[in-house]
T-cell receptor, first 111, second 112 residues
Framework: RKEVEQDPGPFNVPEGATVAFNCTYS??????FFWYRQDCRKEPKLLMS???SGNEDGRFTAQLNRASQYISLLIRDSKLSDSATYLC????????????FGTGTRLLVSP | DGGITQSPKYLFRKEGQNVTLSCEQN?????MYWYRQDPGQGLRLIYY???????QKGDIAEGYSVSREKKESFPLTVTSAQKNPTAFYLC???????????FGSGTRLTVV
């Protein structure tokens, strides 16, 4: 089983739609997670941290379900500029911070 | 502006050559990392360094070497022992545990 698993997609949605991605992680001891966004042939950029209580940043909402070991990202009112690959990340703190990346979910927002 | 600079952006290597990828940061971060990204795969950790003059192997260190002589710099050498070096290489830094990484813009290495 992969340490962090994501549906590769692509998810094709029209502008204005709401879309949700899930990600599962294998390490039950993991405490900290992130969502990164990666545009084609560019570096990943931090989108948001994922907190146990859930957190929201504008149109983006991240949730953590420890019992089922999954993380979700909800994007409301999708924009064309949201088209990218979204990487789910497990932050392991075992003496040093190691980020374990999923392979990403590709989102395509169309007019 | 603070950030991480990787150079070159594109690099072509002949079979049997060693090449060095540059990574410089002015964020005053202690920890620095090298990842490799292949199509359809997640980022994989090559080497990391938590402090100057110290570095550790990651998950796929074979065929690579690093140095950390200055806080700002963490160069990666891809040696001829690396059997499949064609990939997108990403350098990152972090201020500490619990924080996310900041990535450089990457170097695309191609073996010709």
């Amino acid at each position: 089983r992969k340490e962090v698993e994501q549906d590769p997609g692509p998810f094709n949605v029209p502008e204005g739609a709401t879309v949700a991605f899930n990600c599962t992680y294998s390490n039950s001891a993991s405490q900290s997670f992130f969502w990164y966004r990666q545009d084609c042939r560019k570096e990943p950029k931090l989108l948001m941290s994922v907190y146990s209580s859930g957190n929201e940043d504008g149109r983006f909402t991240a949730q953590l379900n420890r019992a089922s070991q999954y993380i979700s990202l909800l994007i409301r009112d999708s924009k064309l500029s949201d088209s990218a690959t979204y990487l789910c990340v497990d932050s392991r703190n075992t003496g040093f911070q190691k980020l374990v990346f999923g392979t990403g979910t590709r989102l395509l927002v169309s007019p | 502006d603070g950030g991480i600079t990787q150079s070159p952006k594109y690099l072509f290597r002949k079979e049997g050559q060693n090449v060095t990828l540059s990574c410089e940061q002015n964020l005053n971060h202690d920890a620095m990392y090298w990842y490799r990204q292949d199509p359809g795969q997640g980022l994989r950790l090559i080497y990391y360094s938590q402090i100057v003059n110290d570095f550790q192997k990651g998950d796929i260190a074979e065929g690579y070497s690093v140095s950390r002589e200055k806080k700002e710099s963490f160069p990666l050498t891809v040696t001829s022992a690396q059997k499949n070096p064609t990939a997108f290489y990403l350098c990152a830094s972090s201020p500490g545990q619990g924080e996310g990484y900041t990535f450089g813009s990457g170097t695309r290495l191609t073996v010709v």
